[in-house]
T-cell receptor
Framework: GENVEQHPSTLSVQEGDSAVIKCTYS??????FPWYKQELGKGPQLIID?????GEKKDQRIAVTLNKTAKHFSLHITETQPEDSAVYFC????????????FGAGTRLFVKA | DAGVIQSPRHEVTEMGQEVTLRCKLI?????LFWYRQTMMRGLELLIY????????DSGMPEDRFSAKMPNASFSTLKIQPSEPRDSAVYFC???????????FGDGTRLSIL
C-alpha cells in the first residue's frame, strides 16, 4: 500500500547549523508534497510544499527538494534557531485514488542554543 | 479566517461514557479529515469526507467510533462507549480541494479514566 518513510526520527543540532529531514514515498503517482511543523499543544501547520513539476522550492531559511525518479524529498532548514524546535512531518498525496494524504512518522528536531 | 475550530480542547471522562468531539471547517473547504495522535502510533487517519460524503473510514478503529458531517461546515466524531485506550489527541483538518494543504485545528486532548 501507500507509504511515506521519514528519517531521522530525532535530530539534534546546534543553533546556527543546518538541519535536513528526508522522506521517501512508495506511490509514483504522488504529485503533491507538503511539510508540516507541529509545536507543543498545537496542530500541525503547513510550512512549505512542493509539486511534482518542480525540483526545488525555497522560502527564506526553509527549502524543499524533490527527486521524482528516486521518490525522495527532503526538507532543509538553514541557520537554525531555538524556535525551530518542533516535530516536522512530511506528506505525499495525489489527485486520484480518494485524495488521501499519507503522512510520515515525524521528526523531532531539537535546536540547542 | 478563523481557521479550523475544535471543541472541546480537553475532555476527561470515565470509561463507558459517550464522548463527542466537534469540528468546524474553514469556510469554502470541501474535505474534512479526522486524525488521532499518540506517542506510540503517531498521526493516524481515522476517516475523511469529501463534499460531506465519507470516502474512506478504514482507519476507524472499531464500531464504537462514528463520524458525521451534518452540513458542509461541521463534523462530529463520537466514541460510544469510550475506553482508556482511546486516550489520545484528536485532530480534525480541512482542505479546500485536492492537492492543497490540510489546515489542522489545535486538537482535543481526550483522557478516558
Amino acid at each position: 500500500g501507500e507509504n511515506v518513510e521519514q528519517h531521522p526520527s530525532t535530530l539534534s543540532v546546534q543553533e546556527g547549523d543546518s538541519a535536513v529531514i528526508k522522506c521517501t514515498y512508495s506511490d509514483s503517482a504522488s504529485n503533491y508534497f507538503p511539510w508540516y511543523k507541529q509545536e507543543l499543544g498545537k496542530g500541525p501547520q503547513l510550512i512549505i510544499d512542493i509539486r511534482s513539476n518542480v525540483g526545488e522550492k525555497k522560502d527564506q531559511r526553509i527549502a524543499v527538494t524533490l527527486n521524482k525518479t528516486a521518490k525522495h524529498f527532503s526538507l532543509h532548514i538553514t541557520e537554525t534557531q531555538p524556535e525551530d524546535s518542533a516535530v516536522y512531518f512530511c506528506a505525499a498525496s495525489k489527485g486520484t485514488g480518494g485524495f488521501k494524504t499519507i503522512f510520515g512518522a515525524g521528526t523531532r528536531l531539537f535546536v540547542k542554543a | 479566517d478563523a481557521g479550523v475550530i475544535q471543541s472541546p480542547r480537553h475532555e476527561v471522562t470515565e470509561m463507558g461514557q459517550e464522548v463527542t468531539l466537534r469540528c468546524k471547517l474553514i469556510s469554502g473547504h470541501n474535505s474534512l479529515f479526522w486524525y488521532r495522535q499518540t506517542m506510540m502510533r503517531g498521526l493516524e487517519l481515522l476517516i475523511y469526507f469529501n463534499n460531506n460524503v465519507p470516502i474512506d473510514d478504514s482507519g476507524m478503529p472499531e464500531d464504537r467510533f462514528s463520524a458525521k458531517m451534518p452540513n458542509a461546515s461541521f463534523s462530529t466524531l463520537k466514541i460510544q462507549p469510550s475506553e482508556p485506550r482511546d486516550s489520545a489527541v484528536y485532530f480534525c483538518a480541512s482542505r479546500e480541494t485536492i492537492n492543497q494543504p490540510q489546515h489542522f485545528g489545535d486538537g482535543t486532548r481526550l483522557s478516558i479514566l
